[in-house]
């Protein structure tokens, strides 16, 4: 089954400079590729997706790239504010089991004042 | 904006018991999954379901694990016999229209055994 590496599993960072997130899978079947935002005691909130016939999308702060050669992609948050602090899951799905998320470690992001 | 919702938010249970974790998802949502996340580790995935049926299932899914959608609106995760190891916390998702693959999350359900 996919199996899905993220790293690093913390970052810490200034207020206004960028943090980067990356993270392999194992599945090259795998075409969905959502980012999950997780505060203290809620559930997983999605922030971003990418699909597999798209290399890079972008959203105000927050950005995805995928490269399906390598079967890596990664999440690019610039300008950090405080209240991006939280854990952020990537994960995959696809393929052979359409519809189930296989989800990376978590990364905790600290953005300091 | 709708959400999806999960009661009760904490159950505290003794072993060998059973508990029913409820969810109710986004009002024209198709297909449901049920998550775990044990503290500090990973989520991961337990089960998926459409069509009062079970799509796929994780390992993680034993006999002492079912679901179902009693009543057309709640999608209920029930574990029969408790156990220690399945403390953790539970997140109904759901996805519908326009795109199937974006699961949407409940807050989730603080599941203690003792």
């Not at chain 2, 995935?45 to 679901?67: G, M, P, R």
């Amino acid at each position: 089954g996919e199996n899905v590496e993220q790293h690093p599993s913390t970052l810490s960072v200034q207020e206004g400079d960028s943090a980067v997130i990356k993270c392999t899978y194992s599945d090259s079947a795998s075409n969905y590729f959502p980012w999950y935002k997780q505060e203290l005691g809620k559930g997983p909130q999605l922030i971003i997706d990418i699909r597999s016939n798209v290399g890079e999308k972008k959203d105000q702060r927050i950005a995805v790239t995928l490269n399906k050669t390598a079967k890596h992609f990664s999440l690019h948050i610039t300008e950090t504010q405080p209240e991006d602090s939280a854990v952020y899951f990537c994960a995959a799905s696809g393929g052979t089991s359409y519809g189930k998320l296989t989800f990376g470690q978590g990364t905790i992001l600290t953005v300091h004042p | 904006e709708p959400e999806v919702t999960q009661t009760p938010s904490h159950q505290v249970t003794q072993m060998g018991q059973e508990v029913i974790l409820r969810c109710v998802p986004i009002s024209n949502h198709l297909y449901f999954y049920w998550y775990r996340q044990i503290l500090g580790q990973k989520v991961e995935f337990l089960v998926s379901f459409y069509n009062n049926e079970i799509s796929e299932k994780s390992e993680i899914f034993d006999d002492q694990f079912s679901v179902e959608r009693p009543d057309g609106s709640n999608f209920t995760l029930k574990i029969r016999s408790t156990k220690l190891e399945d403390s953790a916390m539970y997140f109904c998702a759901t996805t519908g229209p326009p795109s199937r693959e974006t699961q949407y999350f409940g807050p989730g359900t603080r599941l203690l055994v003792l």
